[in-house]
């Protein structure tokens, strides 16, 4: 008789140790031999391809940001299974030690495009995110019950966006932002692709570190059943003690991250089990707690087979690594997710036209943090040769050439070592913007990089690829200049150059100069095929933000010239990130964006150039014309601070959705299955489709509705509500149906509590973008109205309505607060009173003396009670309240106080 999943690893637990069993606790599990549990350990990376750190081949999709711009669920399931196959390839080579734990896909919401690892999700609205999401899932796992091909981790949850001061800092995002924004992407993870593991962030979402949220039990598990394992981000455990100083010892800290959910630490193995075991002899936490967290964890590996003598997906064909079956993947997928942003008629190309071929991202496969080593590196230039031929080309090196000069004295490379000497060595001058440059040597193709143990500066590798990118030369005058780090670089004796007090002036003397050379081969040429961009390594990634987002001033320039010679030009934008650019909309007559990653990408933008393919993509996140119009970066609020298409009043370049395409399909009509839609039932959308051109055309076709609500509430301006991306052939006709789901109107009501299906006036927008209107439909939601709200209950001042100058964290015992500044308040709408005049408790905590003061009105006129708190004291105010049985209340404060529940007395 065959033993259940369940039975397997009841018996083996049953059979362990408490020893054995921590162990388990670490991403480095120990072996258990006699239960037939073998060593193995946990984590890795597979963001867009699994990544070997050791530099073992794996196919390279495009970046996350990418996939998501193909707006293809079905596609993306394609993408998982050939990333779950190739795990599953190296987990059989490993001795099946390792590879079937990845942590992967990251579901952070990409609210802001400054956020350093921006490349690495899905987009900016929830919905999408969670589609997109499932097919990934869906196909790194599999979808049987009891065997998965690989155990997907969605990260970072939750509220991680931000990478300074990530570490030890917390971000408050309230009710209505956490349930229908951060947490909403996350969901269908779960609930519908059944993720076997999650990771949770640095960062405190209120106060809390993400390994100690309530939400890991109350929401993941108990609301959405997620039945796998959780695990810490990497170091939390000692960065919960070390930079957030949540605790004062590990042991307090594990005891209190495995009872609120986590079963695995990603951290020090001896730093876990010491932990684990003083928490456990202090009576922190219990056997059981153990218990429970390795059952979680024992369950995922026997459902991956690691207890099976035999299993059915370790029967994969090794040659699907690297392979060419999932090259050709990998072209089809670049394809979908190139989005064409503008095209004046310039595209395609015809292949009798010479071409200028430049710029900064023409001729380099640029890896970023989690990208792994593919078996092909196809840059532009590669590609557009093999196309056309190189006798129609004519390629322009894009970076200037020269020799580094201290004074008069040449400086250069002896025994790989930078050195004053006197012959110079040729170097080419990377300028990405902000400051960051970096010499790469002629000769050898390799770059400088900084080595502090000797205080020298070495030829390193020919790319960058580290942690730290210590080849980063700082300046702002290319005179001046600065390390990685920001120490002064200068002569530390008569011939080194290396860290000084002072920066020393060393000078960058120009042989060849790029943007002269290529503007005169312009002149030349019928078109000019630019490729600008960002280097995934420098100035945004992970540890570090950006400061903006503007196009490099070089590359601009490069572009602006070679404009006024030729103004034939097609921008190829390679980047992670929208990018400011007005300039280059106004002018340029093609432009295409596609992010770094695909090994295919140069073979993939000759195709799309010529029409051997088409660009199909449509953007993920909204192209701003002024980035430092957006509020900071730590602000989490994307509904009081209007953030991304759903809210957004900031002028846009391009809007989320945009892409354009080779022809137009033309939506002929849409007929909804009920003009009065209701919480029980999904809207059928049916959609009459053509084709005018004699070739395929593929397109997205994208509905959003805008609800006017009957009680007082900001909703979205549009929010996307369903998508398809759809095929049709040469001069064809077709009628596809979509589906509305209730859920996905529902909004979350901060009085009640809960979701809520609105009664309001509705418009239904389809089109092919956020902001295409080829049909306006008008219907009517029939659902629930609140028309008041009560403080009979306590209620936690976190459930305001309004709010100015005020966040959520934690206090002192670790309990949850809403800390209201220095002439900050917080409001509630159409409260009813019990009695009038009502008396309100109020519990609170204070470090400095001050007065609540609670007025009727916002403009604070209407003054309705007030109350004096002291200096250093906690408890309850109560304070009488003169009002009508129904109104509005401002709480505000003279003094920063902290906020617990609000009720009214039955007194």
């Not at 899932?137 to 991680?160: C, T, V, W």
Request: with cysteine; aromatic share 10%.
């Amino acid at each position: 008789m065959m033993l259940t999943i369940n039975q397997i690893v009841e018996e083996k637990l049953k059979n362990m140790t408490i020893d054995e069993k921590i162990g388990l606790l670490s991403t480095t599990q120990s072996a258990v031999e006699r239960l037939g549990i073998q060593e193995y350990q946990i984590g890795g990376e597979a963001a867009h391809g699994v990544v070997s750190r050791e530099g073992i081949k794996t196919t390279s999709f495009p970046q996350p940001l990418g996939l998501s711009q193909t707006w293809n669920p079905e596609l993306l399931k394609e993408v998982g299974t050939a990333i779950g196959n190739e795990a599953r390839i190296l987990y059989l080579q490993s001795g099946k030690k390792s590879w079937l734990t990845l942590w992967a896909p990251t579901i952070d919401m990409e609210r802001d495009p400054r956020w350093g690892r921006n490349e690495e999700a899905y987009g900016e609205d929830p919905y999408l995110t969670g589609q997109l999401s499932v097919g990934l899932i869906q196909g790194m796992q599999g979808e049987k019950e009891d065997s998965i091909r690989l155990a997907a981790a969605p990260k970072h949850f939750y509220g991680n966006n931000n990478e300074w001061l990530r570490e030890s800092s917390s971000n408050s995002i309230d009710p209505r932002n956490r349930q229908e924004y951060y947490l909403k992407a996350f969901e269908p993870a779960f609930t519908k692709a059944r993720a076997q593991s999650m990771m949770t962030a640095y960062n405190g979402v209120n106060g809390v570190p993400g390994m100690q949220l309530e939400e890991i039990e109350e929401v993941v598990r108990d609301k959405w059943k997620m039945n796998g394992f959780i695990v810490s981000d990497g170091g939390a455990l000692s960065l919960n003690v070390d930079e957030y100083h949540y605790y004062d010892t590990y042991a307090e800290a594990l005891a209190d991250a495995l009872k609120k959910g986590i079963d695995c630490f990603v951290d020090d193995k001896k730093l876990v089990e010491s932990a684990a075991k003083e928490a456990l002899h202090k009576g922190m936490i219990s056997d059981k707690d153990i218990t429970k967290a390795v059952e979680r964890m024992l369950l995922v590996r026997a459902r991956l087979g690691h207890f099976s003598e035999y299993f059915e997906y370790d029967n994969v064909d090794e040659n699907l690594l690297a392979g060419e079956e999932h090259a050709r993947l990998v072209k089809k997928v670049t394809a979908e997710q190139v989005v064409l942003l503008k095209n004046n008629g310039l595209l395609p190309l015809n292949k009798d036209q010479k071409l200028l071929v430049t710029g900064a991202l023409s001729e380099v496969f640029l890896r970023d943090w989690y990208g792994g080593f593919p078996p092909n590196e196809s840059t532009i230039k590669e590609g557009l040769e093999k196309k056309i031929g190189n006798h129609k080309i004519s390629y322009v090196r894009p970076h200037n050439e020269g020799e580094l000069r201290t004074g008069q004295n040449p400086i250069g490379i002896e025994d790989e070592i930078l050195k004053v000497k006197s012959k110079g060595t040729s170097f080419s001058l990377e300028r990405w913007g902000y400051g960051s440059h970096v010499f790469k040597e002629k000769d050898s193709g390799r770059y400088l990089t900084y080595v502090k143990e000797d205080n020298r500066y070495v030829l390193h590798k020919t790319d960058l690829h580290d942690w730290f990118i210590k080849e980063n030369w700082i300046s702002a005058d290319e005179t001046n200049w600065k390390t990685w780090n920001f120490q002064p670089i200068g002569l530390i004796d008569e011939e080194h150059i290396g860290v000084t007090e002072n920066s020393q002036s060393i000078a960058f003397i120009k042989t060849y100069d790029a943007i002269d050379s290529a503007v005169e081969k312009a002149k030349e040429v019928g078109v000019c095929v630019i490729a600008i961009g960002n280097h995934p390594m420098l100035n945004g990634k992970e540890t570090m933000d950006r400061a903006g987002t503007e196009i490099p001033d070089q590359q601009l320039e490069l572009v602006q010239r070679v404009y006024e010679a030729n103004p034939s030009i097609v921008l190829i934008i390679v980047g992670s990130y929208p990018f400011e650019m007005t300039w280059l909309k106004k002018h340029i007559p093609a432009i295409l964006f596609t992010t770094h990653g695909s090994q295919e990408l140069g073979n993939t933008i000759a195709d799309i150039l010529y029409q051997d393919a088409a660009p199909t993509g449509k953007l993920s996140q909204s192209w701003y014309e002024d980035i430092n119009a957006l509020p900071a970066i730590t602000d989490y609020d994307v509904i009081k601070g209007e953030r991304t298409y759903r809210y957004t009043h900031q002028k846009t370049l391009f809007p989320f959705g945009h892409g354009l395409t080779y022809g137009k399909l033309t939506i002929q009509s849409v007929k909804i299955s009920s003009v009065e839609w209701i919480k029980t039932e999904p809207v059928k959308l049916t959609l009459t489709l053509s084709n005018s051109f004699d070739y395929k055309v593929t397109e997205t076709v994208q509905c959003y509705v805008r609800l006017a609500p009957k009680q007082q509430i900001k909703l979205p301006k549009k929010q996307l509500v369903s998508f398809k991306k759809i095929k049709l052939e040469a001069n064809e006709t077709k009628t596809i149906t979509l589906m509305i789901q209730p859920e996905d109107l529902c909004f979350w009501d901060v009085a009640w509590n809960q979701w809520v299906y609105p009664t309001a006036n509705g418009v239904l927008q389809v089109g092919f973008s956020s902001t295409d209107q080829q049909h306006v439909l008008s219907f009517k939601a029939k659902g629930e109205v609140r028309v008041d709200r009560s403080f009979k209950e306590p209620v936690h001042a976190e459930r305001y309505d309004d709010y100015h100058k005020a966040f959520i964290t934690v206090n002192s015992a670790r309990e949850k607060i809403l800390m209201v500044e220095v002439e900050g308040w917080i409001a509630f709408r159409n409260v009813l009173f019990e009695k009038n005049p009502a008396k309100l408790m109020i519990h609170y905590s204070a470090q400095k003396e001050g007065h609540l003061s609670i007025y009727a009105d916002k403009e604070r006129k209407v003054k309705i009670g007030s109350q004096i708190f002291k200096a250093e004291e906690s408890g309850q105010l109560t304070i009488t309240v003169q009002t009508h049985t129904k109104g509005s209340l401002y709480i505000c404060a003279s003094a920063a106080i902290g906020l617990q529940t609000i009720q009214e007395s039955s007194e």
